[in-house]
């Protein structure tokens, strides 16, 4: 029996779907077993295993990660008293996201749909819990990384607008000075033509000394 649980994640404004799913397959991990095949649209490998190994040690077991991820002793309540082992890979995908191959050793025989319906339901339940989990953990890392770029832009625009005014100041400060400088051009005009008469009126006088003086015999 193969079971699938689909999620569709949908973001307004976009017309694509994102899918996590959860899968019965065999998978190769510590050879080839019974497992879950699990997808992840979202991420990139070093992410999904981070999330990954968070989840696993809240399975009460031994963690270990080398070429291989490996659990031993695990206990959930929900799968009963005895204790089990985990086995598990993630892989990144060209396209985003990742896959994870993950199988679990009862002691004698891996966990099967067919065979274990019960206690595989339960891990499949969970496992789907995580791995929708898991997506939504890296688009909120996504919406925060977005949200900086927002307020970076926001800035750059508020630093635009400040720039803009303090153009505007300054020509309005020019403009003023410009104003004040031809009003004082006028003025220097009257001026000058003041004291161009002033000037006439001063070479006259001068003339009339010169003429008194010649008057003198």
């Known amino acids: ?12 404004g976009f017309t694509t779907t994102a ?14 077993h019974p497992g879950f095949y699990i997808t992840i649209p979202y991420g990139n490998k070093k992410l999904i295993e981070k999330e990954l190994k968070d989840e696993l040690k809240s399975w009460k077991g031994n963690y ?5 991820i490996f659990v031993d002793d695990c206990k959930l309540k929900e799968v009963g008293d005895n204790t089990f082992d985990v ?9 985003g ?13 891996y966990l099967d749909a067919s065979e274990h319906s019960d206690k595989y339901k339960v891990i499949e339940a969970r496992l789907y819990k ?3 989990q898991t997506a939504k953990n890296v688009i909120d890392i996504e919406v925060k990384e977005e949200e900086k770029k927002l307020k970076e832009k926001e ?37 000058q033509e ?11 006088k001068v003339k009339e000394v010169i003429k008194k003086k010649e008057a003198v015999k």
């Open 130 to 132: 995580f791995a929708v």
């Open 87 to 95: 086995y598990a890979k993630v892989e990144g995908l060209k396209e």
């Open 155 to 191: 800035k750059e625009l508020e630093d635009l607008k400040k720039e803009k005014e303090k153009k505007e100041k300054a020509i309005q400060d020019w403009q003023n000075e410009i104003k004040k400088a031809e009003e004082e051009i006028k003025e220097n005009e009257k001026s």
């Open 19 to 32: 899918q996590v799913t959860v899968e019965s397959k065999n998978v190769s991990v510590n050879g080839s």
């Open 64 to 68: 270990s990660n080398k070429d291989l």
């Open 1 to 12: 029996m193969k079971t699938i649980f689909t999620l569709l994640i949908a973001f307004v």
């Open 97 to 109: 996201g990742g896959t994870i191959s993950l199988a679990i050793d009862l002691g004698g025989a």
């Open 194 to 204: 003041d004291k161009n008469k002033e000037i006439e009126e001063q070479k006259n």
